[in-house]
């Protein structure tokens, strides 16, 4: 898929709306050759989307190991939005607490009381830095139901198509 085919796909206001929940399914091989798709909080920053992890976490192995990722993020109504993309995954241990990962989330709602806490307990139990998972989009595809829908379905539209018009 061409960059710009990926920046169309992306900048649709559907897409857009997708890019601005906060979680996602990251899907990876993890080191035993077995499939993994886990929820996590991300942030799109226009061009890459970002999860933060721990220093710690088991999914860091696999992804230095094979570094190729798929995402999902959907909506939860009828007709769903989904919005899958793939791409690799470049690991960036930091020493702190990443923006992204502090920065306020739509559906994570908060008190100003319970935000300030929150951020304590987060300072206080990643005090020796977190990772941060960054995927740059090599491969973007929006199945909204009305415009667009999953490469199967539109098979099977064409085929009942050319059935009609025989």
């Known amino acids: 898929m061409q960059a710009n085919e990926i920046t169309e796909v992306l900048n649709r206001p559907i897409s857009q709306e997708l890019l601005a929940r906060d979680v996602a399914r990251l899907a990876y091989v ?60 470049e690991l960036d241990p930091v020493d702190d607490i990443p923006d992204e990962y502090l920065q306020p989330t739509s559906s994570y709602e908060m008190t100003p009381e319970q935000r300030v806490e929150w951020e304590a307990e987060v300072r206080s139990l990643y005090h020796d830095g977190m990772v941060r998972i960054v995927v740059t989009p090599t491969w973007a595809k929006l199945i909204d139901f009305e415009t667009t829908l999953p490469s199967a379905v539109e098979e099977l539209v064409r085929q009942r198509e050319e059935r009609q018009r025989a």
Not at 57 to 82: C, F, G, Q, Y
């Open 30 to 89: 993890a080191k035993d050759g077995t499939p993994r798709n886990v929820p996590i909080a991300f942030v799109w920053n226009g061009s890459e989307i970002v999860m933060c992890t721990t220093k710690n976490a088991p999914k860091l192995p696999s992804l230095r190991e094979n570094p190729a990722v798929a995402l999902t993020i959907d909506t939860e109504v009828h007709p769903p939005r989904i919005l899958l993309i793939r791409g690799r995954a």
